[in-house]
């Protein structure tokens, strides 16, 4: 467990950030270890503090997600990135977006856990929280879906001028591509593609910016799970 402490330590430091902030997410990290239903193969605090932290962290480096005061993760699971970035931007209101129940009894726990005063648990697909459209700056989501989806979830969201973070691992050119020709019906457009190495040995890691530059269509969002059984192409 120290080795554990004094990785998260070391990354609060990097950051600029407070020892208690560092002190909170090694509680995180034992109670997920601790958690009777296993909500992640990493559990571990020692592999957590790199896999889930530093992994996080990562978004820091990104001015939008600084400069964000109101963030939607979408997906959270078991918190990761938004439960991190709640607690290293404590100004921010961020909603942590999950639709699996047992999740997001998790993700209510760890909020208290972490005495996060304003992050909020929303229990519902991101196509269907009525009350989350046009109401954030920022959209994170890791290792959720392909671009194109996640583009699709994200702007109805956004706010105009608002933006989507995505974690992602080696770049695909497919991919990408699918995901241009969602975000021209969208509204949306990249920014940069960030190459990332939240620890020594993470391999690939690429952050995607994108912008909503545009107003989101009236027939967005779609109902929920067509995203995924239909994706947005150049003619839809």
Known sequence: MKRAAERLDELAARYDLPAATAAAWLRLLEALRDEPTSLTTVRDPRDGADVHIADSLAGLDVAAVREAGSIADLGSGTGFPGLVLASALPTA???????????????????????????????????????????????????????????????????????????????????????????????????????????????????????????????FPRRAGMARKRPLRAST
């Open 93 to 219: 209101s961020v909603a942590l977006v999950e639709s699996v129940g047992r999740k997001c009894d998790w993700l209510e726990r760890a909020v208290g856990l972490l005495e996060l005063e304003r992050c909020a648990v929303v229990c519902a697909r991101a196509e269907a929280w009525p009350a989350g459209l046009g109401a954030h700056e920022l959209v994170t989501a890791r290792a959720l879906a392909p671009l194109a989806v996640l583009l699709e979830y994200a702007a109805p969201l956004l706010r105009e001028g608002g933006s989507l973070l995505a974690w992602k691992g080696h770049r695909d050119d497919g991919e990408e591509r699918a995901a241009a020709a969602a975000g021209a019906i969208l509204g949306m457009a990249p920014l940069e593609i960030r190459s990332v190495e939240p620890w020594p040995t993470a391999g690939a890691r690429h952050l995607h910016l994108w912008s909503k530059v545009s107003p989101t269509p009236a027939r």
